[in-house]
């Protein structure tokens, strides 16, 4: 399961952060999860990882470009980030955030600062922040079953189980 | 009045399709993370083996006892999952899928960002992560978004000394990185039928850098051609006037230059006469983009009796086009001139392995991403055509082929 709702301190980067960027190909080859989580955003900033857990990650345009390696989102997942918010998103990223179920938003304009609590909510597409709220791009009923379930491990077991 | 997307996806632009997946495929990278997540989900069995794929191409042959583990791990279990298996040497999968297996009208789905690639052929191909790898495997079917879409006419012929690639380059600076985000591109214009399938391969394959889901090209002569040298039949698509695009542009090769993307942006690119002079420490010829057998033999045309003056890494995108290499002498040049030849596979272009760059260091590549770290930590890459990766092998620093030609 995966809540589709939360708050947290947001932790603010910039845009168009490629997934070489995110976990860095030379950690690839493992399946211990841990290791991305730790090494998240080493190139990026190596003070980066120690601040997710339990953040809300605030990006800037065209998150996550690049390769399409899964372990990007992992890495955010394990590190422990409740939500990604951008204005737009690398589409192999944004499919793989659903798949893992973690909460993304598609937030134009959003004005935010490292540590200012957000509240964001998936089912009805809002993010508050600072007294504001914005409205973001809707996730279709396919996406939001996918990512309720805890993304499409959880999504695929219901299924083959019914 | 439909675009190629929405006529192949059955959907106008905007809306969701479930679509049954022609062909499905991933590399020793995603393949293995996609068996853990099959796994994990407990089905019981692949859906339609016959239509999945596992190529071996990322760290290929493995560089450590841990690589070397995974691949085991993941060798076994298409064996007995009845899925087509490529071994080490057999090429990136990208290349070895347009050997003669997607059809014009495909669904493709590769579990790679670079298999928009494969829509040179008119297929719907894209990329996706692991666990949607893993979720075909188990259902045979997918959800995608009909992309809007944007078409790119391309008029004149190149000069001598221009490639593609310099096409491909351009045409990501002017979207810029995520200028076709969640968009399809398509290939059309006065020129297009005269471009040969390497040339729509390459084209297709850097559509992703502009953050596009896939390349198209509508089926035709160069098509059924290319297709049938390997037995393959297939029909003609024909765009429709009336389709709507939700943006427009028109490249006429006649005024394309020699282009570099500077580091570490593909979308940061500038004319090689305006870096001519660069020093660098290594050139690497190889990838999707531009390991074909086409692209090698043009940088040993400029290679043919003279020697690199850097460390020069080739690497076949696949194990046809090594050999066709090795049979027209294409090699043979290449070696004398120097070269270092890797085995068919992505070589160095993740960062794994043969021939990353060391810190501080500058290598020309022609390759399709530049980004910082990627070939090696502390490392900085240009990106060119062979061509221009060629010229300037023999320098040591950045050269316009057109000099050299």
């Given amino acids: 399961m995966t809540l589709l709702a939360g708050t947290g301190p947001a932790v603010c980067i910039g845009a168009d952060i490629d997934t070489d960027m995110v976990i860095a190909g030379r950690y690839l080859r493992t399946k211990d999860r841990g290791v991305w989580a730790e090494h998240a955003f080493e190139d990026l900033d190596p003070t980066l990882a120690t601040r997710l857990r339990g953040c809300v990650l605030v990006t800037g345009k065209n998150m996550g470009c690049g390769s399409s390696r899964e372990q990007a989102v992992m890495a955010l997942r394990e590190a422990g980030v409740l939500a990604v918010i951008a204005p737009s998103f690398a589409r192999i990223f944004f499919r793989n955030c659903i798949n893992v179920g973690l909460p993304v938003l598609e937030c134009e304009d959003l004005a935010c600062h490292d540590g200012e609590m957000i509240t964001y909510d998936c089912t009805i597409g809002t993010v508050n922040v600072g007294g504001n709220s914005y409205i973001c791009r809707s996730l279709s009923p396919r996406m939001q079953e996918i990512l309720v379930s805890g993304g499409l491990v959880e999504y695929w077991k219901g299924r083959l189980s019914r | 009045m439909e675009t190629l997307s929405e006529k192949i996806l059955g959907a106008q632009a905007g809306n969701f399709s479930d679509k049954r997946v022609d062909k499905a495929f991933c590399h020793d990278g995603t393949g293995i993370q996609a068996k853990m997540i099959y796994d994990e989900m407990g089905a019981p069995g692949i859906a339609n083996p016959e239509t999945c794929y596992v190529i071996y ?259 076949p995108a696949s194990r046809a086009d090594y050999l066709r290499a090795v049979n027209s002498g294409v090699l043979a040049t290449l070696v004398g001139a120097g070269c270092v030849i890797g085995p068919p596979g992505c070589g160095p272009c993740l960062g794994a392995h043969m021939g990353v760059l060391g810190d501080g260091e500058v290598g020309l590549s022609t390759a399709n991403r530049n980004f910082r770290n990627r070939m090696g930590v502390g490392g900085s890459y240009y990106l060119s055509s062979p061509s221009t990766a060629a010229a300037s092998a023999i320098t040591g620093e950045i050269s316009d082929p057109r000099e050299v030609l």
């Avoid at chain 2, 995974?70 to 057999?90: D, P, Q, V, W, Y």
């Avoid at chain 2, 190889?286 to 690199?308: F, M, P």
Wanted: proline share 3%.
């Fill in chain 2, 57 to 315: 191409d990322h760290i290929s042959p493995a560089n450590t006892s841990q690589t070397a583990d995974l691949h085991k791990e993941l060798r076994e279990f298409a064996s007995r999952s009845g899925m087509h298996f490529s071994e080490i040497g057999g090429g990136i999968c990208h290349q070895y899928m347009a050997e003669g297996r997607i059809l014009p009208g495909e669904v493709v789905i590769g579990a790679d960002s670079h298999s928009c690639t494969l829509g040179a052929f008119g297929a719907l191909a894209t990329g996706v992560g692991a666990s949607d790898m893993a979720g075909i495997w188990v259902s045979g079917e997918t959800w995608l978004r009909v992309p809007e879409s944007i078409a790119i006419y391309i008029s004149g012929s190149l000069a001598k000394g221009v490639e593609y690639k310099d096409l491909a380059l351009a045409y990501v600076a002017e979207l810029g990185m995520d200028g076709a985000t969640y968009h399809a591109l398509e290939f059309l214009g006065d020129s297009a039928s005269e471009i040969p399938m390497e040339g729509r391969l390459t084209l297709s394959n850097m559509v992703v850098e502009a953050g596009a889901k896939t390349g198209l090209w509508y089926a035709d002569d160069v098509t059924r051609e290319y297709l049938g040298r390997y037995g393959k039949s297939s029909s003609r698509q024909e765009p429709d006037d009336e389709a709507v695009y939700s943006e427009e542009l028109w490249i006429d090769l006649q005024g394309l230059e020699p282009l570099l993307a500077v580091p570490h942006r593909v979308d940061t690119v500038k004319p090689v006469s305006e870096l001519v002079g660069t020093s660098l420490d290594q050139v690497f010829i190889g990838t999707c983009t531009n390991g074909r057998y086409e692209d090698l033999a043009r940088a040993a045309s400029i290679l043919d009796g003279k020697q690199v003056a850097v460390r020069t890494v080739v690497v």
